[in-house]
């Protein structure tokens, strides 16, 4: 059973930074896109930022400048440093990891609570 495990939410105060990490298994994360979405109270889940496998990256037009991801191929692990962040960054945070294989993938992590307020 794959597994996504996710770590690195929490509260923060407007302008503050967080880093989450997900670290997986070596095969999903050497072919896998790596991405994290989240979901706000009352909202659908969306895509926050991704990263492939050779490094190219994509994020949503409301973290860009603010959000960074990258990934650690020795560990297996992909991050998402947030700085500045807003009131509107509050949800809940998911690491997801997709592609193909054998078959076609699509893993999800546990979810991590991002809380920003004063």
């Known amino acids: 059973q794959v597994q996504l495990v996710e770590s690195g939410g929490g509260l923060v105060q407007p302008g503050g930074s967080l880093r989450l990490s997900c670290a997986t298994s070596r095969i999903i994360f050497s072919i896998g896109t790596m991405g994290w979405y989240r979901q706000a109270p009352g909202k659908q889940r969306e895509l926050v930022a991704s990263?492939?496998?050779?490094?190219?990256?994509d994020y949503a037009d409301s973290v860009k400048g603010r959000f960074t991801i990258s990934r650690d191929n020795a560990k297996n692990t992909v991050y998402l440093e947030m700085n500045s962040l807003k009131p509107e960054d509050t949800a809940v945070y998911y690491c997801?990891?997709?592609?193909?294989?054998?078959?076609?993938?699509?893993?999800w992590g546990q979810g991590t609570q991002v809380t920003v307020s004063s």
């Open positions: 997801n990891a997709k592609g193909w294989g054998i078959a076609r993938f699509d893993y």
């Open positions: 990263i492939t496998s050779g490094g190219s990256t």
